[in-house]
């Protein structure tokens, strides 16, 4: 199989909230094949879909009830085909995401497995009696609460790692590896060209379903430690890969909570037993609460000195063996420019997604841009409790404010704004006028006030604009082999530089210097390199040499 993939990039779509065609609120197919033109100008290679099967969206689509149907609410069969027919016209590959840790509780799946111990589909799911009465370990779920529901007619409990309505698989049953295995091919079948597999590494549960770590004051143990990457996780990967992956040109990247190098270097080899790439997490959990209960939700920021001793671990460690996925937002987290960057003026805003774009486009690995990104949009910070919908959002607060105490209001206010999945999840701001162009009707989630002054048609209009910027990062990747094979080295000394990062990229004949100024100082810095050096990418006009201005970020090739 080819490796195209290694020099794609990859565009997110959150299919809820990107257009909305037939003005109910919701994004929807049509709406995004209207928009694929827009997506081919940014110039990326792959759309991902976040799930747009049938399914009560409890958890806005990670919830399927049916893997072979089309959520009524973004279309049908007809409009995918559409869809995936004019992605490919426009030379776009579609990736699906793939969500098989766990069904819906309205899957045929569950709703027979449910039915009693005898059904035949009850070994889907993973089912286990009480201990003394109560929950048959300690875990909680990730979305608060217990990780185990009781169900009265069979005195049985089973599990969800997610909510309720979220039911984990029982992967130890061969039935159910070969049943998504054949829904994979299905989808291969008619055409689409890759899967994001949603928490993949949490498939293979420990025997016996041990009793997890837990803090003085928490009332359950965090399930991560013994979910992710569990005994048999290669296995079912290797074999997934020998009865999908390895019928069809596909690309593959692993979402992939509380991965580690060693295991990454597993999922990902290059030895191509099992995924092309992980997502990695180690950069998403730098900022957030020094309370390991709080988790995220806290307001201490990333220190440049931890960031780049992240993405330089990754970097270093992948190199030759396996391949990273490079990625700032998605559908889970908060706005880059909110977050690593700078949104209180308008020129920071500018200014600081471009050099935190230049940052994660010139490594080594396959870049993700989520909706919106492209043009720094930035994180919604709600005032209220009300606005949220997310069940992430909702529940936290619940726990955190009303049951344990933990947090006033005002403060998980403030944290929600900084941390909650909803600032991913606004509708795309297309425009200055109702709902930003995204749709007629009052939209599923709040619009970002700000969208009157942040869309896509003013960046259009504007050669400075963070879209255009992105495309040429997009344009370099595809043109200079450097961006894709080249080694990454940090400048001699930049390790104990806590406001500006410096690398070199290197193959046989270009070496690129990259140059990021992570403050809004005026700073001097010296580095060395050759007259004839050529300035590839800037977000400045001009280059002042030693004088790196507020978020500056500049490219040389030589
Ligand atoms: O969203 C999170 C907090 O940032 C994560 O803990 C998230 O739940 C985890 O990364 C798994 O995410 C994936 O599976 C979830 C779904 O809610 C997320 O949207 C999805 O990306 C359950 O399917």
Known sequence: MSNWWKKAVIYQVYPASFQDSDNDGIGDLKGITSRLDYIKKLGVDIVWLSPIYKSPQVDNGYDISDYQAINPTFGDMAAFDELLHKAHTLGLKVMMDLVVNHTSDEHKWFQESRKGKDNPYRDYYIWRDGRNGEDPNNWGSFFMGPAWKYDEESDQYYLHLFAPQQPDLNWENPNVRHSVYDMMNWWADKGVDGFRMDVINYISKPDGLPDGEKGPHEKYANPEPLVANGHRIHEFLQEMHQNVMAKHDLVTVGETPGVNISEAQKYANFDGKELNMVFQFEHMGLDGSDNPTLGRWGDRKASLKGLRANLTKWQKALAGKAWNSLYWDNHDQPRVVSRFGDDSTEQNRVLSAKMLA??????????????????????????????????????????????????????????????????????????????????????????????????????????????????????????????????????????????????TRKNADTTLLVVLNYTAEKLERHYQIPVDAKLLISNYTDDMGDSLRPYEAKVYQY
């Open 358 to 503: 230049t940052m994660l486009h010139m490594q080594q690995g396959t870049p993700y841009v989520f909706e919106g990104e492209e043009i720094g949009m930035t994180n919604a910070y709600f005032p209220s409790i009300d606005d949220y919908v997310d069940i992430d959002a909702i529940n936290a607060y619940h726990q955190f404010v009303e049951e344990m105490h933990l947090v006033d209001s005002k403060d998980m206010i403030k944290y929600l704004g900084l941390h909650s999945r909803d600032n991913a999840r606004t509708p795309m701001q297309w425009n200055d006028q109702k709902n930003a162009g995204f749709s007629q009707h009052q939209p599923w989630e709040h619009m970002n006030p700000n969208y009157r002054s942040v869309n896509v048609e003013q960046a259009l209009a504007g050669p400075n604009s963070v879209f255009y910027y992105y495309q040429k990062l997009i344009d370099l990747r595809h043109t200079l082999p450097v961006i894709t094979d080249g080694v990454y080295n940090l400048v001699a000394d930049n390790e104990n530089d806590d406001k500006v990062y410096a690398f």
